[in-house]
């Protein structure tokens, strides 16, 4: 499994967390191992010994994430309930993803160089299929993409903070779009994602039988992804990071008394969640 993938599985197990319900939540959260092993298997084309080599490491690393992890995560997320400024708290969480990713790729390189050519194909084949939610011309164009991006976001922060101000839903719709009516942003933004799956994917393809290069390259990766990137990779990525700050400030800013307790209810009922999964992985050590 490669870096960019171990980093999609922790970040999708994330954004799980935040955008589903309380209760989905809990169900994401005590079945952790069916839903990995699922998402592996369906990217990766496991066979049953490859699934038992990915629960195994599984489970080192979930146990070493709690150990090592946690309980940062679940500060990171309380302090949210009371910030007026996200950016130091994006920080927080990207380092500690690094962190965390180098770690996984550690724990996966025995699988991941152990994939054949058939496999690293089909890994490329679905990282190609989710990269379409992100291309205007896989949306209907453009605008299409955005209004369903503006929904999609506008759902979240609904969830978060209840009913949202006429501001707020303008930020949402226009934050960021104002001097690009063309969709240059959308398609620098899936150029990016291109170079930083393709690059991996020929780590990937080099590490056959080798893990421990797979290890050091996935390592470097996580660490300082800027390094296996061309100049316009890197750009991009700095700009992505701009941009969500800004318009994350902006809306912060804006975040009405109501609005605030209704956030701090949502934060309180996830930290409660992940205290109860700690609770769980240390009972199984």
Same mark, same amino acid.
């Given at each position: 499994?490669?870096?960019?993938?171990?980093?999609?599985?922790?970040?999708?197990?994330?954004?799980? $967390?935040?955008?589903?319900?309380?209760?989905?939540?809990?169900?994401?959260?005590?079945?952790?191992?069916?839903?990995?092993?699922?998402?592996?298997?369906?990217?990766?084309?496991?066979?049953?010994?490859?699934?038992?080599?990915?629960?195994?490491?599984?489970?080192?690393?979930?146990?070493?994430?709690?150990?090592?992890?946690?309980?940062?995560?679940?500060?990171?997320?309380?302090?949210?309930?009371?910030?007026?400024?996200?950016?130091?708290?994006?920080?927080?969480?990207?380092?500690?993803?690094?962190?965390?990713?180098?770690?996984?790729?550690?724990?996966?390189?025995?699988?991941?160089?152990?994939?054949?050519?058939?496999?690293?194909?089909?890994?490329?084949?679905?990282?190609?299929?989710?990269?379409?939610?992100?291309?205007?011309?896989?949306?209907?164009?453009?605008?299409?993409?955005?209004?369903?991006?503006?929904?999609?976001?506008?759902?979240?922060?609904?969830?978060?903070?209840?009913?949202?101000?006429?501001?707020?839903?303008?930020?949402?719709?226009?934050?960021?779009?104002?001097?690009?009516?063309?969709?240059?942003?959308?398609?620098?933004?899936?150029?990016?994602?291109?170079?930083?799956?393709?690059?991996?994917?020929?780590?990937?393809?080099?590490?056959?039988?080798?893990?421990?290069?797979?290890?050091?390259?996935?390592?470097?990766?996580?660490?300082?992804?800027?390094?296996?990137?061309?100049?316009?990779?890197?750009?991009?990525?700095?700009?992505?990071?701009?941009?969500?700050?800004?318009?994350? $400030?902006?809306?912060?800013?804006?975040?009405?008394?109501?609005?605030?307790?209704?956030?701090?209810?949502?934060?309180?009922?996830?930290?409660?969640? $992940?205290?109860?999964?700690?609770?769980?992985?240390?009972?199984?050590?």
């Amino acid at each position: 499994m490669k870096a960019r993938t171990i980093r999609k599985v922790i970040f999708f197990g994330i954004a799980a $967390l935040l955008v589903t319900a309380c209760s989905m939540r809990r169900v994401v959260l005590d079945n952790y191992r069916w839903f990995a092993t699922r998402l592996a298997v369906s990217y990766l084309d496991l066979s049953s010994s490859e699934k038992a080599i990915f629960q195994t490491a599984l489970e080192a690393y979930v146990k070493k994430f709690q150990a090592k992890y946690l309980k940062e995560t679940i500060s990171v997320v309380e302090s949210v309930a009371v910030a007026s400024n996200p950016i130091p708290i994006f920080e927080r969480l990207e380092a500690q993803l690094r962190r965390a990713s180098m770690d996984a790729c550690t724990d996966f390189a025995p699988l991941a160089a152990g994939l054949d050519p058939d496999q690293i194909e089909r890994l490329r084949g679905k990282l190609s299929e989710r990269d379409e939610k992100f291309d205007p011309d896989a949306n209907g164009g453009v605008g299409a993409l955005r209004k369903k991006q503006f929904h999609e976001g506008r759902e979240m922060a609904t969830r978060w903070l209840g009913t949202l101000t006429s501001n707020q839903e303008d930020r949402l719709e226009n934050g960021g779009h104002e001097n690009d009516a063309d969709g240059h942003w959308e398609r620098d933004y899936m150029n990016y994602r291109t170079e930083s799956q393709g690059a991996f994917l020929r780590i990937l393809t080099d590490s056959h039988g080798n893990p421990s290069f797979f290890e050091k390259k996935c390592r470097q990766f996580a660490e300082n992804q800027d390094q296996f990137l061309s100049d316009v990779g890197r750009q991009t990525r700095v700009r992505m990071r701009d941009r969500r700050n800004a318009l994350s $400030l902006e809306l912060f800013a804006q975040i009405q008394p109501a609005q605030r307790i209704h956030l701090r209810g949502e934060i309180t009922a996830l930290a409660n969640d $992940l205290r109860a999964w700690s609770e769980q992985i240390a009972k199984q050590q």
